[in-house]
């Protein structure tokens, strides 16, 4: 006798990468045990819930509410529900969400890396999420004696998002605050949205990132992220995880099994761009350097070129990079081509000619030398085993 497949209400925002994350990893639980019925109802966080939704004979949801208005309209329905955003517990569930303490102590121990001992947090005041990751920070840097600084934007609206919008037009007090820091400085945004605030805020008042402030977020939303100058590092949220193990909890509570009210994720880690990928270099000029580096390596820069724009000496440039970074100039040049040689062999199917002419080499086999006597590896070798895993 077959048994009637469970219907199941997904509440889940497929407009942001953290909300996408989370419904791979329910559609991964449906394809292993393929006992449900799945409704995913494309929507907003704070967008009401669809009109007649008593009828649709629901066993379960899966949620992710930032407003307390929808959070009781999805209690009031008296299902058993599990809530992705972390914002409340169910009053028939339980709730899951990224772990604020350890979003805060990779973001710490990420600028301690850097040599940064001077560490700042940027995030909406009053915003749930915002402030337990600050409260983190607090705590984290005073354990690593790092001094730290702190902004807040004052309460101006109800929800997160709403925050968000009202922050992105002309935002003083952030560009206040941001003067105030010292340099070199690394700010910890709540989430990405903030971080690219405080990057055009930077870009505004001519505040140099990374060299004088590193600035990393949270979410790791590539649409966000990869579209910032520079592009932002971000702390990973395990969003599949937390999708899959969400699923595996409301199918407990369809059961009548008890689960823990409120589980926190581990995220997985910082994902370094260009917005820290700094050091906490005393020579300022060199710093400036190195930045130019940074974004000039594959536009066919030489040493040459170097000494001419900053009218320095080989001797001189070749002396003060080897103090800051333990690398001469065209070898710092080299390796930034070669980063971005492996990001155009795991994210391409360009040939090796057309990957070296990208990266400023005059031909595949200097390329293929080069990146050898770099990283070990063939560009081949390096391409195959990154598909392999």
Not at 175 to 193: E, M
Not at 284 to 293: D, H, M, Q, V
Not at 345 to 357: G, Q, Y
Request: hydrophobic fraction near 35%; aromatic fraction near 8%; proline fraction near 4%.
């Amino acid at each position: 006798m077959l048994h009637r497949k469970l219907m199941v209400l997904l509440l889940i925002e497929s407009s942001r990468g953290y909300g996408r994350g989370c419904l791979r990893g329910v559609a991964d639980y449906c394809r292993i045990y393929g006992n449900w019925q799945v409704i995913h109802v494309e929507r907003t966080m704070n967008e009401p819930l669809p009109q007649g939704i008593r009828d649709w004979k629901l066993d379960g949801i899966i949620s992710r509410s930032e407003m307390s208005e929808i959070s009781q309209e999805v209690d009031a329905l008296q299902l058993p529900t599990v809530d992705l955003r972390g914002s409340y517990i169910p009053r028939h569930g339980v709730s899951l969400d990224t772990d604020p303490y350890e979003c805060a102590r990779q973001a710490v121990e990420h600028f301690y890396g850097l040599g940064l001992r001077d560490v700042a947090f940027c995030g909406y005041g009053s915003v749930d999420f915002s402030d337990a990751r600050g409260s983190a920070f607090r705590e984290i840097a005073r354990k690593k004696r790092c001094r730290a600084y702190y902004f807040e934007s004052p309460p101006r609206q109800f929800s997160g998002i709403s925050r968000e919008l009202s922050a992105e037009g002309d935002d003083t007090e952030l560009i206040q605050w941001l003067r105030t820091l010292p340099t070199p400085c690394g700010v910890f945004a709540c989430n990405d949205v903030r971080g690219r605030q405080v990057l055009r805020a930077c870009a505004e008042i001519g505040i140099a990132v990374p060299e004088q402030l590193a600035v990393v977020g949270v979410d790791n939303d590539s649409d966000i992220c990869d579209l910032t100058i520079p592009t932002m590092s971000s702390i990973e949220p395990d969003t599949h995880r937390i999708g899959f193990t969400g699923a595996t909890y409301l199918a407990e509570l369809m059961n009548g099994n008890h689960v823990a009210e409120k589980t926190y994720v581990k995220p997985k880690g910082v994902v370094a761009r260009a917005s820290s990928e700094m050091m906490a270099i005393a020579d300022r000029e060199i710093a400036g350097i190195l930045n130019y580096i940074g974004r000039h390596a594959c536009d066919g820069l030489n040493v040459e070129m170097l000494c001419q724009n900053f009218r320095l000496s080989r001797s001189s440039l070749e002396r003060r990079l080897k103090k800051a970074i333990g690398r001469n100039a065209k070898a710092e040049i080299d390796r930034v081509r070669i980063e971005r040689a492996k990001l155009l062999l795991r994210e391409t199917d360009r040939k090796l000619l057309a990957i070296a002419n990208h990266v400023a080499y005059s031909s595949a086999s200097k390329f293929a030398v080069a990146f050898k006597r770099i990283t070990g590896q063939t560009p081949g070798e390096f391409r195959n085993q990154d598909k392999a895993n």
